[in-house]
């Protein structure tokens, strides 16, 4: 297990898209976390092991989590994004095995990167 590595991250307007990579992502559970300014640290989208998918509502339709077992790197493709968006976004990882609905929460996950930042303007 390397330590994650978040990368991607910037400053794009309303509307626009961005893909954030975790690099050292081999673990069965992935998911990405974000933290806006002055907010609690939420779930934005999960996957296990076999590509099954969990999102926040406030994402759905608009974001998408894949991995790349090959290049052991974990991906968020963000598209139609939204000044609410704008906040730190965490990689994570966990070496327990849950179910993907209980992956937003944070409990599950052992494993943090040190974050990459969005920024979405009006």
């Known amino acids: 297990q390397g330590e994650l590595v978040e990368s991607g991250g910037g400053s794009v307007q309303a509307g626009g898209s961005l893909r954030l990579s975790c ?22 989208a999960a996957i296990d092991a076999v590509g099954q998918t969990k999102y926040t509502d406030s994402v759905k339709g608009r974001f998408t989590i894949s991995r790349d077992y090959g290049k052991s790197t974990l991906y968020l493709q963000m598209d139609g994004l939204k000044p609410e968006d704008s906040a730190l976004y965490y990689c994570a990882a966990s070496s327990l095995v849950f179910a993907v609905e209980e992956g937003l929460a944070q409990r599950w996950y052992n494993r943090w990167g040190q974050g990459t930042q969005v920024t979405v303007s009006s």
């Open 23 to 44: 690099e050292a992502a081999t673990a069965y559970q992935m998911a990405w976390f974000r933290q806006g300014a002055g907010k609690e640290r939420e779930g934005v």
